[in-house]
């Protein structure tokens, strides 16, 4: 004799269960009267001391933060880098003289950047704009170990010209590239995280900046006297690359996230405004320059 068994009844799977994960998150299983587990539970408390929605959310804020927090140390070593080695260097004497330039060589860096940025994602500007800094400031750190780091006495000569013009390209460097880093990277966060994102997140991701500059600020002098200042010229192309890794990674884990449309005109709107403080702040750096030089000139003729 065969028993056969009686035949499963069939279940109809409604057009909506294929979206029910397998692994119910926490929020399903108490409304199925599951409780989470311990590990979840955790989670879950986590993520709201930190107000954060989901664990993919925590790490893309972290992702941004990190951007965040080496673009600044970039810029906080930077504005102390170039000055402190020019003045070590070449004087007093020829500062009004950096600084008129480096102001008007900035108005023309922004122009070029500007037309380079339109039509190109802000990742890739970002990715261009880390690896060039990289490739110039580790040409300038070559050059500093190079030429000898105090300006000869011989006015005139070919190696105090290049010792001035190696000391005025690293300071006119440092001042520019600080600005646009940093100016980039909150660029890119930008196109990535929606307006109401932004809204709740921004705070978080901007936590990198303050990091980098109490931490920076504290232990730069420190580096520096265990290091050598010329030696901070290769800590930032570093940096530089290590933002550059970052930058390539938020393009590829994040490009379906890229914002469009509206969002773009919107970001074309804060550049515009920017440029345009830009260049009111330069065009006031000039208006400075000016005086000093006119005042440094009539102390020099009295």
Same mark, same amino acid.
């Given at each position: 004799?065969?028993?056969?068994? /009686?035949?499963?009844?069939?279940?109809?799977?409604?057009?909506?269960?294929?979206?029910?994960?397998?692994?119910?998150?926490?929020?399903?299983?108490?409304?199925?009267?599951?409780?989470?587990?311990? +590990?979840?539970?955790?989670?879950?408390?986590?993520?709201?001391?930190?107000?954060?929605?989901?664990?993919?959310?925590?790490?893309?804020?972290?992702?941004?933060?990190?951007?965040?927090?080496? @673009?600044?140390?970039?810029?906080?070593?930077?504005? !102390?880098?170039?000055?402190? %080695?020019?003045?070590? $260097? $070449?004087?007093?004497?020829?500062?009004?003289? $950096?600084?008129?330039?480096?102001?008007?060589?900035?108005?023309?860096?922004?122009?070029?950047?500007?037309?380079?940025?339109?039509?190109?994602?802000?990742?890739?500007?970002?990715? #261009?704009?880390?690896?060039?800094?990289?490739?110039?400031?580790?040409?300038?750190?070559?050059?500093?170990?190079?030429? /000898?780091?105090?300006?000869?006495?011989?006015?005139?000569?070919?190696?105090?010209?290049?010792? %001035?013009? %190696?000391?005025?390209?690293?300071?006119?460097?440092?001042?520019?590239?600080?600005?646009?880093?940093?100016?980039?990277?909150?660029?890119?966060?930008?196109?990535?995280?929606? $307006?109401?994102?932004?809204?709740?997140?921004?705070?978080?991701?901007?936590?990198?900046?303050?990091?980098?500059?109490?931490?920076?600020?504290?232990?730069?002098?420190?580096?520096?006297?265990?290091?050598?200042? #010329?030696?901070?010229?290769?800590?930032?192309?570093?940096?530089?690359?290590?933002?550059?890794?970052? !930058?390539?990674?938020?393009?590829?884990?994040?490009?379906?996230? @890229?914002?469009?449309?509206?969002?773009?005109?919107?970001?074309?709107?804060?550049?515009?405004?920017?440029? +345009?403080?830009?260049?009111?702040?330069?065009?006031?750096?000039?208006?400075?320059?000016?005086?000093?030089?006119?005042?440094?000139?009539?102390?020099?003729?009295?």
């Amino acid at each position: 004799r065969h028993h056969w068994a /009686p035949m499963a009844a069939v279940v109809p799977i409604s057009p909506n269960d294929h979206t029910v994960p397998l692994l119910g998150s926490p929020r399903v299983a108490a409304g199925n009267g599951i409780k989470p587990k311990g +590990r979840d539970r955790c989670c879950q408390r986590l993520l709201s001391c930190v107000k954060l929605r989901s664990v993919d959310e925590l790490h893309k804020v972290f992702t941004f933060l990190v951007a965040a927090f080496l @673009a600044n140390s970039f810029f906080v070593a930077g504005k !102390n880098v170039g000055t402190v %080695l020019f003045l070590s $260097v $070449v004087g007093p004497e020829h500062l009004t003289t $950096v600084i008129f330039t480096s102001g008007l060589c900035s108005i023309a860096f922004g122009q070029a950047f500007s037309a380079f940025s339109r039509s190109r994602t802000t990742t890739l500007v970002n990715g #261009v704009l880390c690896m060039g800094g990289a490739a110039l400031t580790t040409f300038f750190f070559l050059g500093a170990t190079m030429l /000898p780091q105090k300006l000869p006495n011989e006015g005139g000569s070919s190696l105090w010209w290049g010792v %001035l013009l %190696l000391y005025f390209g690293i300071y006119i460097s440092e001042d520019i590239m600080t600005m646009f880093v940093a100016m980039q990277c909150a660029s890119v966060a930008q196109s990535y995280f929606s $307006v109401s994102d932004a809204k709740r997140l921004f705070g978080k991701v901007t936590l990198g900046n303050s990091l980098a500059a109490m931490s920076v600020g504290i232990v730069i002098g420190d580096i520096a006297k265990a290091i050598g200042t #010329v030696q901070l010229l290769m800590v930032q192309s570093f940096l530089l690359l290590a933002s550059a890794l970052v !930058n390539c990674y938020i393009a590829n884990a994040y490009a379906d996230q @890229a914002t469009g449309g509206k969002k773009k005109e919107a970001a074309s709107w804060w550049w515009r405004q920017f440029k +345009r403080r830009a260049v009111v702040e330069e065009l006031a750096g000039l208006g400075n320059g000016l005086v000093e030089f006119h005042s440094d000139f009539h102390q020099d003729n009295v």
